[in-house]
């Protein structure tokens, strides 16, 4: 069975600095996709940036980045000028790719723990 | 925009009680999702729907039912509450295609006492 872990349970940034969320995630397949998702407080939580494990690039969303070791099974996300908004928890999440063994995932996600982002003004 | 709405926000239930939570997507979404989300444990999926009529059992599906009659609608019935049942639950839905993204409801954090 996949596992995501998340270490960090809480960090904090200052408004405007660079933060990096850790997450880890334990698979035997070679095809799948790693999310990160945003909780806002209550607020709905919402897609963050997505990345496909057969893509050696990493994604980028604005101010948002990942940095994805596909050896290492590491996924950590980067925020870059860190703003108020930003403020929330934060999941990371695994999806097996349909062409796995076992047949098409369903989309079905596995999350870590999460991480409670706080950001000072 | 996708809209998942959740029929409540705080629920307070008894023990022994039924509870129904209900979850409806606008999008024509495939996959449906119930999750329960606890602090240091994340979300752990509960059940799923990838069909009306269909169901999956997900990570954790024990003392939980549900039932998808209609497409825009899923189910999430708790048959005879427990106060561990106390929790927030998530509904989720997404498209079915591959690389989809889930859309999530606002909760519903219940409390069983």
């Known amino acids: 069975a996949q596992t995501v872990t998340q270490s960090q349970p809480e960090m904090s940034v200052q408004e405007a600095e660079t933060v990096t969320l850790s997450c880890t995630y334990d698979t035997s397949e070679s095809d799948y996709y790693l999310f990160w998702y945003k909780q806002p407080p209550s607020r709905q939580m919402i897609l963050v940036i997505r990345q496909e494990a057969y893509k050696q690039q990493n994604a980028t969303e604005n101010r948002f980045s990942v940095n994805f070791q596909k050896a290492a099974k590491s996924f950590s996300l980067k925020i870059s000028d860190s703003q108020l908004g930003d403020a929330a928890m934060y999941f990371c999440?695994?999806?097996?790719?349909?062409?796995?063994?076992?047949?098409?995932?369903?989309?079905?996600?596995?999350f870590g723990q999460g991480t409670i982002l706080t950001v000072h003004p | 925009d996708v809209k998942v709405t959740q029929s409540s926000r705080y629920l307070v239930k008894r023990t022994g009680e039924k509870v129904f939570l209900e979850c409806v997507q606008d999008m024509d979404h495939e996959n449906m999702f119930w999750y329960r989300q606890d602090p240091g444990l994340g979300l752990r999926l509960i059940y799923f729907s990838y069909d009306v009529k269909m169901k999956e059992k997900g990570d954790i599906p024990e003392g939980y039912s549900v039932s998808r009659e209609k497409k825009e609608r899923f189910s999430l019935i708790l048959e005879s509450a427990s106060t561990n049942q106390t929790s927030m639950y998530l509904c989720?839905?997404?498209?079915?295609?591959?690389?989809?993204?889930?859309?999530f409801g606002p909760g519903t954090r219940l409390l069983v006492l």
């Open positions: 989720a839905s997404s498209l079915g295609t591959l690389q989809e993204t889930q859309y």
């Open positions: 999440a695994y999806r097996r790719g349909d062409g796995s063994a076992g047949g098409t995932s369903y989309g079905k996600l596995t």
